[in-house]
Each structure stands twice: as structure tokens, then as C-alpha cells.
């Protein structure tokens, strides 16, 4: 663990959000922050490695209308904090990101979203520079970057942060919402493995959902 101070906050640094791509979603982020406490006094200055993710989705409910589909869910970020992606960073990145897909170490625990089973070929690239740099590969020989089955469990099951999607050299690849193990990440986000499940059979592509990072 980092020898920083932490503090668990909800609404100051490091708040992690998700939505349904909408024009009103600032609005409903406002509101719900309005409805929370902060666990604790957030100094600013701290380096922050948790955060609370909330779920919430449009569910018919019409423009700017945003229902819940989950408690707060404690989790974990990066042990720089949060900040602007770059390659070799452990800041979890600033921004609003698209979902485009999911992996796991085992099988589609049943979500609509694109999902692939990672074994002994499966990479994350982090060659910049290359043509197919932060995206998955497959490669009989090791390459730059992550081996998505020999990083273990926390990528039991995992839903691929859509930054970096232009894939501008050194501009950070290979970030994910994955399973915690209770410690800072590399710039991911990390939660317990049972919610993740929980989100990912709720996740819906053809609503286009997005994960919000703001500060």
C-alpha cells in the first residue's frame, strides 16, 4: 500500500461515476453529490486512493432522469490518484470514457457488452508507437504490455475504460475496471468482484454507457 494518507470521499477527489450517455448528466451528478456525506475532511493536497463508484442508467425514465442500480460501491484507483493518462502513469484518468468492451480470466458471467475469455495469448498492447498499441492482440510471442493471464485474478472479469481511444503514443493503455485486491492500482479502477458481475450483467451497449472520472 502507498505510505500517502488516504481518504475515503465520495464527492471531492477521485469520485468515480457511472451514466448513460446523456445531456443532463452533469445535472444528475449534482444532485446526487448534494445527497452525500463525505467519510472524511478531504484535504486538498492528499493523494486519494479510494473512491466511491455509483451506477445509475436513463431506464426509460426519460431525458435527464437517472435511477440508481446500485449502492455506493467502495473502490480503488490509481496510486498516483487521478490526472491525466500517460503511458506508464499510476493515475487513474481524468475524463468521461466509453465502454466499448469486457474480459475475464473466466467465462462471460452474462453481459451484452463484447466479451472475450483471456488465456496464454492474450496481450494488452503497450508498445507506442505501434499500430495496434493499447488494444488487445493476440501473440504466440511475449510483446510490450500487459498478459492479461498473467496478471491473475483481478482480471477474473474486467470492462475495457475507453481512454486513450485514438491511441496517441504514450498517451496510457490498458485501463480497465477490474476485480480489487484491496490495494492502489496501476491506474485502473477497482471494485469487488460480485458487484463488477453485478454491473457488467447490467451494462448495455446499445445504450452507450459511458464511465465518468471527475474530480
Known amino acids: 500500500d502507498t505510505a500517502t494518507t488516504e481518504i475515503y470521499t465520495s464527492l471531492f ?5 457511472w451514466c448513460i450517455r446523456d445531456s443532463d448528466w ?3 451528478k449534482q444532485n446526487a453529490a448534494e445527497a ?5 475532511d478531504p484535504e486538498r493536497g492528499r493523494l486519494l486512493t479510494l473512491a466511491r463508484l ?9 431525458e435527464g432522469t437517472f435511477l440508481p442500480v446500485t449502492v455506493p460501491i467502495r473502490a480503488r484507483i490509481g496510486a498516483a490518484g487521478v490526472g491525466v493518462a500517460a503511458e506508464g502513469s499510476t493515475k487513474t484518468p481524468l475524463g468521461t470514457w466509453d465502454l466499448p468492451g469486457a474480459f475475464g480470466l473466466q467465462p462471460n458471467p452474462g453481459t451484452a457488452l463484447p466479451y472475450f475469455v483471456a488465456g496464454p495469448l492474450d496481450y494488452w498492447d503497450g508498445r507506442s508507437g505501434a499500430a495496434t498499441y493499447n488494444t488487445h492482440v493476440r501473440s504466440s510471442v511475449p510483446i510490450v504490455g500487459e ?3 498473467s496478471v491473475g485474478w483481478v482480471y477474473n472479469y474486467a470492462v475495457v475504460m475507453g481512454v486513450n481511444p485514438n491511441r496517441t503514443p504514450y498517451g496510457g493503455s490498458a485501463f480497465f475496471l477490474h476485480v480489487t485486491d484491496g490495494r492502489p492500482t496501476a491506474g485502473c479502477v477497482a ?12 451494462l448495455d451497449p446499445a445504450a452507450r454507457p459511458q464511465m465518468v472520472v471527475a474530480l
Open 13 to 17: 477527489v477521485g469520485s468515480v461515476r
Open 54 to 62: 455509483h451506477a445509475a442508467g436513463t431506464d426509460g425514465l426519460g
Open 191 to 202: 471494485i469487488d468482484q460480485g458487484s463488477l458481475v453485478a454491473i457488467l450483467r447490467w
Open 36 to 40: 452525500e456525506t463525505p467519510d472524511a
Open 26 to 28: 452533469a445535472s444528475w
Open 147 to 149: 498478459h492479461l493471464l
